[in-house]
C-alpha cells in the first residue's frame, strides 16, 4: 500500500469494542510517510524527547537518516510495517529479527492523537505477535516518556551505555 494515498484519521472519531488497529509490511521507501505521520503534532517529541529536537521535518529526516543505515546494514533482517486505524496512518513500526534470538523493537511512532491507553496496549500486542519475545529496545535516555510506557508494561532496563556525542541509551528487555 502506497503511504501517499493513506487518509489521515480524524481524532474524534470513537473508538468501536473491536478495534481497526492494524500493522502492513510495507518496503523502505514507503517508511518516511508513516514515521511523519506518528511524530505530527507532537510538540513534545520534536523538542525535548526526539535526540535531535527540531522542526517535524528535520525530526523525520534525522529518523530516516538512521533507518536507512541500519536498513543497509540488516538488509532482509529488517521490517518496516504502516499502521493503521481504520485504515488511516497513525505511525510505523520497525523491527529487526535476530537469529538468534532476542528480536528487536527498532523504531516506532504513534500520533500524538491516538496514542490513547488502549492504542498502546493493543499496539505493543501486535508487536508481540510480530517479533516474539522476549525482545529488546533502545531507547534514548531522554526520551522518559517512552521508557516510563516501557516499564509499566512489564521491561526491565537491563543497561545504559554511551554512544554518540556521549548521549546515553537504554536498553530494555521483554521476557518472555
Given amino acids: 500500500m502506497n503511504g501517499a494515498s493513506q487518509g489521515t484519521l480524524n481524532s474524534s472519531k470513537k473508538l468501536s469494542t473491536k478495534m481497526e488497529l492494524k500493522f502492513e509490511k ?23 524527547y526526539h535526540i535531535s529536537p527540531g522542526t517535524l521535518e528535520h525530526c523525520v ?24 486505524l481504520y485504515g488511516a496512518s497513525i505511525g510505523y513500526t520497525i523491527v529487526i529479527k535476530n537469529d538468534p534470538r532476542p528480536n528487536e523493537l527498532y523504531s516506532f511512532g504513534i500520533n500524538i492523537e491516538q496514542r490513547t491507553e488502549e492504542i498502546r496496549k493493543v499496539w505493543l500486542s501486535e508487536v508481540e505477535k510480530i517479533i516474539g519475545k522476549p525482545y529488546y529496545i533502545v531507547l534514548w535516555s531522554k526520551n522518559t516518556r517512552a521508557i516510563n510506557f516501557f516499564e509499566r508494561n512489564g521491561f526491565l532496563i537491563t543497561r545504559n551505555s554511551k554512544l554518540l556525542n556521549d548521549e546515553t541509551k537504554t536498553l530494555i528487555v521483554c521476557q518472555s
Fill in 26 to 48: 510495507i518496503n523502505r521507501e514507503e517508511i518516511a510517510f508513516h514515521v511523519r505521520r506518528g511524530f505530527e503534532g507532537d510538540e513534545k517529541l520534536l523538542n525535548k
Fill in 61 to 84: 529526516d534525522d529518523t530516516m537518516k538512521f533507518i536507512n543505515e541500519n536498513a543497509d546494514f540488516y538488509k532482509e533482517d529488517i521490517e518496516f510495517y504502516s499502521v493503521t
